[in-house]
């Protein structure tokens, strides 16, 4: 009877400390509020297309140069500190905002959104195995990349509604979505603050170059490269998917754009099928079986012309992608569990790969004088991932 109390307890204490962790996954979900934004900001202010575009650049740039910095900083100050001063930094910088829209102040706003982000990309998604055992890792990564799509979701539902409700909204309009989403990150700091995550610390606090270094491993390389592929592969298709509609079947873009809210439906989709799977299925079968749909999809989406071919295409690129990056950063963590933080900086930064992607599928393109190009670049990255299969561990 005492064991039974004792497993009881233990349970709710383990979901007391998961809870505010999967609402911090939703805070992360935050920074794709940028591509919704970026469109308004660009009618409001009438700015040509270089101007709108140089808020969702920012994003991936800061990411390079935060994410290894917050590695290290982990080392020092502890994973749940970190988390913390990212939802500091992301609150901010949707408070900004609500007083000010000039093109300076959401330059500002956009710019602490994506540090915010890559500093809680880094720091939490190992703050996790510090309440999960390495086994089902993989499973509560993917779950919590769905909680982090349902805040993707609600943006664009958000800044809609306020569009159209003005005198609902204290005339903020769309910007409404921003004090919605900064009153849930004040309560994100406010839930993992007061719960309390015993953390190993550290054995020493690693430089730079120590952090890089790092990259000399074989199968953490592997995993960096593999990250970028990821990321590559989802920014690409959601750029390229209109494109494709529009080149064979003369869809407007008003109607094109629909591939992109299929692929994050089948994406969002994923995730949550993903971690209940995860549980039961090794990873490097169902990782096997997600790189097989999106090869399947390449080759639809190169050789065919049909409406419905290539939205089944598209469908399952977003269902096979959504569990890659969960797997290969769990892969990735559990390589190394003496330097975890250094590891998460690691392959955040591999998030890159989602501006290198889009300007070879850009190249290519016009090399071929059309989206088989772009399509030809995604097949590269998922024929890396194929390949990657065979070193990921069969438990």
Request: charge should be positive.
């Amino acid at each position: 009877m005492e064991n039974s109390q004792t497993l009881t307890m233990s349970r709710k204490s383990a979901a007391m400390q998961i809870l505010p962790v999967m609402l911090c996954f939703f805070a992360m979900g935050f920074v794709d509020l940028v591509g919704t934004a970026s469109n308004y900001v660009q009618q409001d202010l009438g700015l040509t297309d270089s101007q709108a575009n140089l808020f969702p650049s920012l994003v991936f740039f800061w990411f390079l140069i935060f994410s290894v910095p917050t590695g290290m900083l982990m080392n020092k100050i502890g994973r749940k500190r970190t988390v913390l001063i990212s939802l500091v930094v992301t609150a901010l910088s949707l408070i900004i905002p609500i007083f000010g829209e000039g093109y300076y102040a959401m330059l500002a706003a956009f710019s602490l959104l994506g540090i915010g982000n890559a500093l809680m990309q880094t720091s939490l998604n190992p703050l996790v195995s510090n309440l999960i055992a390495p086994s089902k890792l993989a499973s509560t990564l993917t779950f919590g990349q769905f909680v982090k799509a349902i805040a993707s979701f609600l943006a664009p539902i958000l800044a809609a509604w306020g569009a159209t409700s003005a005198s609902l909204t204290f005339g903020l309009g769309w910007r409404v979505l921003f004090p919605i989403y900064a009153v849930v990150s004040v309560l994100s700091i406010a839930m993992l603050g007061a719960t309390p995550i015993e953390e190993k610390a550290a054995d020493k606090a690693s430089g730079f170059g120590e952090c890089l270094k790092l990259l000399g491993r074989p199968f953490i390389l592997l995993c960096f490269i593999g990250i970028m592929c990821h990321v590559g592969i989802d920014v690409g298709t959601n750029t390229t998917a209109p494109k494709i509609l529009i080149e064979r079947l003369n869809l407007p873009l008003s109607e094109a754009g629909f591939a992109t809210g299929l692929y994050f439906i089948f994406r969002t989709a994923g995730c949550l099928t993903g971690a209940i799977i995860l549980r039961v299925v090794a990873p490097r079968i169902f990782f096997a079986l997600s790189v097989l749909m999106m090869l399947a999809a390449m080759g639809i989406l190169l050789f065919c012309n049909s409406l419905e071919l290539i939205y089944t295409g598209i469908a399952l690129i977003g269902f096979g992608n959504s569990n890659i990056f969960s797997i290969i950063f769990a892969q990735a963590l559990n390589n190394s569990p003496k330097e975890q933080n250094e590891v998460s900086g690691l392959m955040i930064m591999g998030l890159f790969g989602g501006t290198i992607f889009p300007l070879a599928m850009g190249y290519a393109s016009d090399f071929l004088g059309g989206q088989h190009g772009a399509v030809a670049v995604m097949a590269i990255g998922v024929i890396y991932l194929m390949l990657y299969t065979l070193k990921i561990k069969k438990s």
